[in-house]
Antibody, heavy 119, light 108 residues
Framework: EVQLVESGGGLVQPGGSLRLSCAAS????????MHWVRQAPGKGLVWVSR????????NYADSVKGRFTISRDNAKNTVYLQMNSLRAEDTAVYHC????????????WGQGTLVTVSS | SYVLAQPPSVSVAPGQTARITCGGD??????VHWYQQKPGQAPVLVVY???GRPSGIPERFSGSNSGNTATLTISRVEAGDEADYCC???????????FGGGTKLTVL
């Protein structure tokens, strides 16, 4: 069974940092590109970042470029999102999801981890 | 950047057909995917590549895509279909994933 489990969320002050993790199981992790998608309270899904299967290519939404860094460790079946210079508008549930190729759908998602940026 | 527009809400009586639209510039040239999300749960893929249906998704869910509009159609709507539905494409020009704003389906 495919499983994606996020962790690392919590309460952080504006300007602070957090690192999210997404542990994958039930499939060959190194064959899949991985995404982070966030959802602010009561709002819709917003794409954040993507990394290819070997970690050599990354993409970011304009709203997080220069502040967030996506990475992966295929030996640990884990993808990360390092979030720096956090702002109140970054408050959201962060989901990881997998995709086989860039044009393919995000076919499995994790339940998400809540990040709250507040003083 | 590429923008997808969805109506905020759609209401339908049980047993009727719900149609949820997703508008975008020449969206017919792109592959559209649809997700269902219930409160407190992760999104679930219900239609991929315009009209494909993942294993386990009822045949009542179908999709179409042409011109500037993609449509998710849910036939014989049930109370359990009440959820938020969101469309998604990959924008090749920016190499970004793009989501629509989501549509709340209410079953009356």
């Amino acid at each position: 069974e495919v499983q994606l489990v996020e962790s690392g969320g919590g309460l952080v002050q504006p300007g602070g940092s957090l690192r999210l993790s997404c542990a994958a199981s039930g499939f060959t992790f190194s064959n899949y590109w991985m995404h982070w998608v966030r959802q602010a309270p009561g709002k819709g899904l917003v794409w954040v970042s993507r990394i290819n299967n070997d970690g050599s290519r990354t993409n970011y939404a304009d709203s997080v470029k220069g502040r967030f860094t996506i990475s992966r460790d295929n030996a640990k079946n884990t993808v990360y999102l390092q979030m720096n210079s956090l702002r109140a508008e970054d408050t959201a549930v962060y989901h990881c999801a997998r995709v086989s190729v860039p044009t393919a759908p995000l076919d499995h998602w994790g339940q998400g981890t809540l990040v709250t940026v507040s003083s | 950047s590429y923008v997808l527009a969805q109506p905020p809400s759609v209401s339908v009586a049980p047993g009727q057909t719900a149609r949820i639209t997703c508008g975008g510039d020449n969206i017919g040239s792109k592959s559209v995917h649809w997700y269902q999300q219930k409160p407190g749960q992760a999104p679930v893929l219900v239609v991929y590549d315009d009209r494909g249906r993942p294993s386990g998704i009822p045949e009542r869910f179908s999709g179409s895509n042409s011109g500037n509009t993609a449509t998710l159609t849910i036939s014989r709507v049930e109370a359990g279909d009440e959820a938020d539905y969101c469309c998604q494409v990959w924008d090749g020009s920016s190499d970004h994933v793009v989501f629509g704003g989501g549509t709340k389906l209410t079953v009356l």
